[in-house]
């Protein structure tokens, strides 16, 4: 299943991670876990034995089988606020809360949490380079449970294994890279973040004051740096490794 060198070894390290985790959550209170190494993908977590984590290390309330509905995620609140919220939050009495005043949260709370048994849990987000979004939840079906307390002292902790578990899932299973990122030019950024925004080679070339034929070659090298092919490509690729900032865009659009 996984051919890269040093997997297993690395898979061994996520199985412990992974036990890490499920003490935590029952030394805290919040003995339910569930974790995605990736939310973007269907498949869950398996350690060197190929089987699901859900299954030998974690469970869930009423024995919910969650990771076999490749679906799930796409319903499941939790992970559809680690979308919009990089920090780590927490649930109680039907709100997502985090350490402070959050619109993303607050937007996903409006729309009505199904909460699957759960009376309160504390989530863990992990953002990886490439775009990888990786997520811890424990849980407890106890709707009084302190959790606002317990967030409070804990969540930096949390928020650190998190990021160790999915960080050493993706190096196992070969999802992030293991090189050194590519270094672009001033030039080729200034190129990309333009197409980006929508502009065509020659708007860009009016923008940036050089011929539109050079605006081709900054792209198609910045294109071979990236590993990758056409312009779509590059400038997905270049945003994952953090070269287009979003915050940028709109100020280059019209």
């Given at each position: 299943?996984f051919?890269?060198?040093g997997s297993?070894v690395?898979l061994?390290?996520?199985?412990?991670l992974?036990?890490?985790?499920d003490?935590v959550?029952?030394?805290?209170?919040l003995p339910y876990?569930?974790?995605?190494?990736?939310?973007?993908?269907?498949?869950p977590p398996?350690?060197?034995?190929?089987?699901?984590l859900?299954e030998t290390?974690f469970?869930?309330?009423?024995?919910l089988?969650?990771?076999?509905?490749?679906g799930?995620?796409l319903r499941a609140p939790?992970?559809?606020?680690c979308?919009a919220?990089?920090?780590?939050?927490?649930f109680?009495?039907?709100?997502?809360?985090?350490?402070?005043a959050n619109p993303?949260?607050?937007?996903?709370s409006?729309?009505?949490?199904?909460?699957f048994?759960?009376?309160?849990a504390?989530v863990?987000p992990?953002?990886l380079p490439g775009?990888v979004?990786?997520?811890v939840?424990?849980?407890t079906p106890?709707a009084e449970f302190?959790?606002?307390?317990?967030?409070e002292?804990?969540?930096?902790e949390?928020?650190a294994?998190a990021?160790?578990?999915?960080?050493v899932?993706?190096e196992?299973?070969?999802?992030?890279?293991?090189?050194a990122p590519?270094?672009?030019t001033?030039?080729?950024i200034?190129?990309?973040k333009?197409?980006?925004?929508?502009?065509?080679?020659a708007?860009?070339?009016k923008?940036v004051?050089?011929s539109?034929?050079t605006?081709r070659?900054?792209i198609?090298?910045?294109s071979?740096k990236?590993?990758v092919a056409?312009?779509?490509?590059?400038i997905?690729r270049a945003?994952t490794l953090?070269?287009?900032?979003?915050?940028?865009?709109?100020?280059?659009?019209?």
């Open positions: 299943m051919a890269r060198a297993s690395r061994e390290e996520v199985a412990a992974a036990r890490e985790i003490a959550g029952r030394s805290m209170g876990v569930a974790v995605s190494a990736d939310i973007g993908s269907p498949k398996c350690g060197p034995d190929g089987r699901p859900a290390v469970r869930w309330i009423n024995d089988r969650y990771w076999e509905d490749r799930f995620a939790f992970i559809h606020a979308r919220c990089s920090e780590p939050f927490y109680t009495r039907g709100r997502l809360w985090s350490w402070r993303a949260l607050e937007a996903v409006a729309e009505g949490i199904e909460t048994g759960v009376g309160a504390i863990a992990a953002y775009g979004i990786g997520a939840v424990w849980a106890d302190d959790v606002a307390n317990l967030f002292a804990r969540a930096a949390l928020h294994v990021l160790r578990f999915a960080g899932y993706a196992a299973t070969g999802v992030v890279a293991s090189e590519a270094h672009l001033r030039r080729e200034q190129c990309l333009w197409a980006a925004a929508g502009k065509t080679d708007e860009i070339g923008i004051a050089i539109t034929p605006v070659f900054h198609t090298n910045a071979r990236l590993g056409g312009r779509s490509q590059a997905h945003a953090g070269y287009i900032g979003s915050a940028d865009l709109p100020a280059l659009r019209p």
